[in-house]
């Protein structure tokens, strides 16, 4: 189901209405939000495509048992895992571990399934054409279930905090199906930690005054966003240019990324508050996703701040266990690479295949330079210094001259300008101080900022043939202007604010703003409610936009 | 784990770390175990005054909800009091003016998902509908696919035509791999015949007869911006007949839409005149519809590609320009050689073309006004001297198929004679969906002049048959009603009337909106995964232009086939 519409409307309103009559009775309000959440999966609109038909509800139950099964019996052989008999602890840690492995290869392997299946068999084809082969693997269409890759992880957390002795099970199959299921954050995130909901969810609901309007001012906060800033810009503007990138000017095509640079955020931050804000009107807290990332200094902070759930979760989940940091530099490199790329291959869409490989890796190699640049010794002699990057400029240079010119199909003397860009920009970034006046922390952020507006390219572009054009005509920059009719200059307007708005400070609107909102009377705020829900019926293409992250 | 790192949770200690500490530069924090036991001991009703505000709101928006539904239409009969909506014309759709009614009758029910798709057995016909649209979809990555490539196409194969007749048999037909594809929409034909002088041009280019180039010109509104549909046609033709040169191109752009694939193309300076604006007193608004004009110094460069299939090389490049009192120079350079100059100074503003001839392969030429008098021009044309078809494209942005009676007649009489093309072809329409009643009435006279204003009377002349020709109907147009995108109403009107127009006036027709799938095509189109029309619910992306490229290529392609298979023994005349 769609935030959006006049479905969750007809949905929201009445489980709000029943929720709160039942909150104080614990086997009810479970029943009630585990009921509700199903209905949520699978009761959506129509939509174009299609949603996912409703007994694909059947994995998430799938999902659901398996890891309330696989908890159990991990914890029930904790004792004897740390017996003081070798033999004992042996076998339990061995039932245990199998038990683990279960559960992450039962939920992988149908994330696995259902949304890497075409991009492997995709690969292969590419491969077998570049070994001169005429064979094209079939292309199965295998339809995406909602929330997968959400949901997956969610339940993940369950059995790997449990393997690990930082959470106990959960007795109740009902409270724990409801943990999987929780409708505000189940088919987009925030990914919540069975650690940060599943003691919540078996307290009394923290229900106050002050807190429900908190959640009414993130919904309305979240809608906001969503729809002028995500769904308008995207219906008029942005996607027109990513699908026919060759009618519009370098500079047009320009003004369109730093759009969907915007569009991204608020169509996710705002499904974001919204998700956050129901879950206040029912008294439950689930975490921030986003912390004006934009605002980033370097890489590293801005996966800090973007999708903040997810990063974590792959931090904690992945990059940890494998060692984090403790080991060599080799070592250190190769976790980070490995989780940053498994963060951009999370965000993989059917039929994009290889521009998804280039956006993961983008990202894994600026988070490897971000931690060298961090840590390098600066006090090597001039000679070796002068040496040393000059090599390493020169196959950085030739590198993304080769990658340009073969992998993504540019002109030589366009690739060899892609190559010259990208040692400037090393240059730059290596030359500036981490720390400093405002200008290098606003210089910092300017580069930052660009270098995620321009691996959009390889997120949006529809395929890789699109991400290559784009690619070209920035390159081959055109020297032709914005023609005048294209936006309207309400959409220009949304654009300059909504970019201009990231960099306020936060108090604006959650400090000034929340306290206007406070002092606004209950009836009025119907009518506000009521008056947003007009102007999204009239922005709105026809239908809402599904959130981007559904796709995912 | 390493000591300069703070650990996750400990705000003070991340506040004092260097600046860029990002997320993986922080240490495992060693979290304590969360106890999941205990049952919670209050369950004590919650305080009816928590609720007020709240409830108090909500209340409200559900009554302002509900409002709309209190009495029928009482959205729209307030936004038409108001003056925002209008009341409907007699015999016009009326627009549909309610406003505020999230959920009107006819839209999906909520909860469609498992409302309407099961219970109410919707989903296999939704299911249907969308299968189609993925066909499509992948259909045009197919095409698109398929189109970019830069291995240059094969030349025909060049036969010396019988000069007499009647020795020789041309050879037998040779199926094309094509021929097997489904037609999605076949051609309407005012009879069996119709197109057969087309056809046997194309037959001729098919054998590959020295000198057998079949040009088609077409003209058409924005649909066909950007050369979209027309490359599309080109592509398909060219590379089943012959890659005779792309063909009619003007010297300067009217409109920013004005992009021509397989050929590079700047230009400077130029005045011009575009058809719609009426803005030339002698109607003398060339083949192209845009005539430009300079004292001197405009200019306009053209070159061949090379990272394209097409449009790798020219043989001659023809410029049309209009002789007139006081007239100046053109200069043509050609691959920075020697320069040739044309003087276009004459007794009274008369068309004609100058033809230079080059060694077929790839060129640069630069057009430019070169002073000593005025100079005006209405385009250039390339060509090859290989057999092959050649397919003009003639956007007219934003013009009602009535504009096209702006043309001075024998000006354009001049114009298409000169070009003589097998096959005349026009695509509009997409405007003329906001005509007036009072026009909509008598647009089957409009086509009519307009065509006889093209190839002059339909019964021909002299006993020389009109020139065949194909009109091509509008895309379907969206209109957006709550919820759903359905057919703009006027589509279905206007189509009809350019059926019986095209087919009284002996043309060849193609229903478009038929060949998209139909009522709600557009909204079909519009919400695939990669859409295939645009957001303004009227023109076609890239992809989509391709896609009904390619459907009206194989509707001629089969009655091509036709004709080939119903005179096998004859011998098309050179």
């Known amino acids: ?552 | 784990m390493t000591d300069d790192v703070p650990a996750p949770d400990d705000p003070a200690a991340m506040a004092r770390a260097s600046a860029d500490v990002g997320l993986l530069d922080v240490a495992e924090a060693d979290a304590d175990r969360v106890e999941l036991d205990g049952d919670e001991e209050d369950t004590s009703p919650y305080a009816a005054g928590t609720f007020a505000k709240v409830g108090s709101g909500m209340a409200v928006l559900v009554a302002l909800v509900a409002a709309p539904y209190a009495a029928p239409d009482l959205d729209a009969k307030l936004a038409r009091s108001v003056g925002v909506c209008s009341e409907p014309e007699p015999g016009v759709a009326a627009d549909d003016c309610s406003f505020a009614r999230a959920w009107l009758p006819g839209e999906p029910v909520p909860f469609w998902n498992v409302i309407g798709r099961e219970l109410m057995g919707e989903g296999a016909v939704e299911e249907e509908a969308a299968a189609q649209v993925e066909e499509t979809q992948e259909l045009a990555a197919a095409l698109l696919d398929r189109d970019d490539t830069d291995v240059p196409l094969p030349d025909k194969v060049i036969v010396t035509p019988p000069t007499d007749g009647t020795t020789d048999a041309p050879p037998p037909y040779t199926p094309h791999e094509d021929d097997g594809l489904e037609v999605p929409r076949a051609l309407e034909l005012p009879s069996g015949d119709a197109l057969d002088p087309f056809f046997a041009a194309l037959a001729r280019s098919d054998i590959g007869y020295e000198g057998a180039i079949t040009r088609v010109s077409q003209w058409g509104d924005s649909v066909m911006s950007a050369d979209n549909v027309t490359s599309a046609l080109r592509t398909s033709m060219q590379r089943r007949f012959g890659d005779a040169g792309h063909g009619f191109h003007l010297l300067a752009p009217p409109n920013n839409s004005y992009r021509h694939r397989g050929i590079r193309f700047k230009t400077s300076e130029w005045q011009h005149c575009y058809i719609i604006n009426k803005c030339k007193p002698d109607a003398h608004f060339g083949f192209g519809g845009t005539t430009v004009w300079s004292g001197g110094g405009a200019q306009s460069v053209y070159r061949t590609v090379q990272d394209a299939a097409f449009g790798r090389s020219w043989s001659r490049a023809e410029l049309w320009y209009a002789e007139q009192p006081a007239g100046g120079k053109i200069r043509l350079d050609l691959d920075g050689g020697e320069p040739t100059f044309v003087q276009t100074r004459g007794e009274a503003l008369t068309d004609r073309w100058f033809t230079l001839a080059m060694e077929d392969g790839p060129h640069r030429l630069k057009v430019k006004a070169a002073g000593e008098g005025r100079v005006r021009m209405h385009g250039i044309v390339f060509e090859r001297d290989v057999p092959g078809v050649v397919w003009d494209g003639m956007e007219q942005l934003g013009a009602f198929t009535s504009r096209m009676m702006y043309f001075d007649e024998a000006h354009l009489r001049a114009q298409v004679e000169h070009r003589d093309p097998d096959l005349l072809v026009f695509m509009f329409g997409g405007n003329d969906l906001t005509l007036s009643a009072r026009n909509v009435a008598r647009y089957e006279d409009i086509w009519k002049d307009a065509l006889e204003r093209f190839r002059g009377p339909a019964d021909g002349v002299d006993g020389v048959p009109a020139r065949p020709c194909l009109l091509i109907a509008p895309v379907d147009h969206g209109k957006r009603k709550g919820q759903q995108i359905i057919s703009d109403p006027a589509v279905a009107e206007i189509v009809s009337r350019q059926r019986r127009a095209a087919l009284a006036a002996g043309c060849a027709f193609f229903d478009t909106p038929a060949a998209m799938g139909g009522e709600g095509a557009a909204g079909r189109w519009r919400k695939a995964d990669k859409p295939l029309m645009a957001g303004d619910l009227a023109h076609l992306t890239h992809a989509g232009q391709k896609v009904i490229g390619h459907y009206v290529y194989l509707a001629l392609m089969a009655e091509y086939v036709a004709y080939r298979a119903r005179s096998p023994g004859a011998s098309p005349s050179p």
């Not at chain 1, 005048?484 to 909504?498: N, Q, R, S, T």
Request: some cysteine; proline content about 5%.
């Open chain 1, 1 to 552: 189901m769609l935030f959006p519409t006049l479905d969750y409307l007809l949905f929201v309103l009445p489980v709000l209405v029943l929720f709160w009559a039942v909150a104080h009775r614990p086997g009810a309000r479970v029943l009630l939000l585990l009921a509700a959440s199903y209905f949520f999966y699978m009761a959506g609109p129509k939509t174009t495509p299609l949603p996912t038909p409703w007994y694909f509800v059947g994995l998430l139950v799938t999902s659901t048992v398996l890891d309330f099964v696989c908890g159990h019996q991990i914890y029930a052989r904790s004792a004897a895992a740390s017996s003081a008999d070798g033999a004992t602890a042996r076998a339990a840690r061995r039932v245990r571990n199998g038990y683990l492995a279960a559960s992450v290869v039962g939920n992988l392997g149908l994330l696995g399934y259902f949304k890497y299946t075409d991009f492997f068999l995709a690969t292969a084809t590419d491969i077998a054409g570049a070994l001169g082969l005429s064979w094209a693997a079939p292309s199965l269409h295998i339809a995406l279930p909602l929330g997968i890759s959400f949901y997956t992880f969610q339940s993940l957390s369950y059995t790997i905090d449990i393997w690990r002795g930082r959470l106990t099970p959960e007795r109740s199959f009902l409270r724990f199906a409801l943990f999987v299921t929780f409708f505000p954050q189940l088919v987009a995130g925030p990914i919540v930690r069975a650690s940060e909901l599943l003691p919540q969810l078996r307290r009394r609901p923290k229900l106050n005054a002050v807190r429900l309007e908190e959640g009414l001012f993130r919904i309305l906060k979240g809608l906001g966003k969503k729809v002028i800033l995500g769904d308008w810009l995207a219906g008029h503007f942005t996607d027109a240019v990513f699908t026919n990138p060759g009618a519009y000017t370098s500079a047009e095509i320009m003004v369109a990324l730093y759009a969907f640079t915007l569009q991204l955020y608020a169509d996710f931050s705002g499904y974001s508050d919204i998700a956050i804000g129901t879950a206040r009107l029912l008294g439950f807290d689930i975490p921030e996703n986003f912390d004006r990332p934009y605002q980033s200094r370097n890489l590293g902070e801005f996966w800090r701040r973007w999708h903040m759930t997810l990063s974590t979760w792959l931090r904690d989940y992945l990059f940890f266990p494998l060692g984090g940091s403790r080991g060599g530099p080799v070592r250190t490199y190769f976790n980070l690479w490995l989780t940053m790329f498994l963060v951009g291959m999370w965000h993989y869409k059917t039929g994009t295949s290889w521009n998804f490989v280039i956006y993961a890796n983008l990202h894994g190699l600026a988070m490897l330079f971000n931690r060298w640049n961090r840590t390098r010794d600066r006090s090597l002699p001039v000679v070796r210094k002068t040496m040393t990057w000059g090599a390493a400029m020169l196959a950085l240079g030739v590198s993304c001259t080769a990658l340009g010119h073969v992998a993504l199909g540019l002109p030589f003397y366009s690739a060899v300008g892609l190559g010259g860009f990208s040692v400037a920009m090393f240059l730059l970034v290596a030359v500036l101080p981490t720390t400093g006046s405002p200008l290098n922390t606003a210089l910092h952020i300017g580069l930052t900022f660009h270098f995620t507006v321009l691996s959009r390219i390889f997120f949006r572009a529809p395929d890789f043939a699109t991400a290559s054009e784009l690619c070209q005509r920035l390159l081959s920059w055109d020297g032709r202007l914005l023609r005048p009719d294209l936006l309207p200059w309400g959409l220009w307007a949304v654009l300059v604010f909504g970019l201009a708005y990231h960099w306020t400070p936060k108090t604006w609107v959650d400090g000034r703003l929340w306290r206007l909102f406070a002092r606004v009377p209950g009836p009025v705020l119907g009518v506000l409610f009521a008056a947003m829900a007009l102007a999204l019926m009239r922005i709105l293409d026809g239908s809402p936009k599904a959130f981007v992250y559904f796709q995912f």
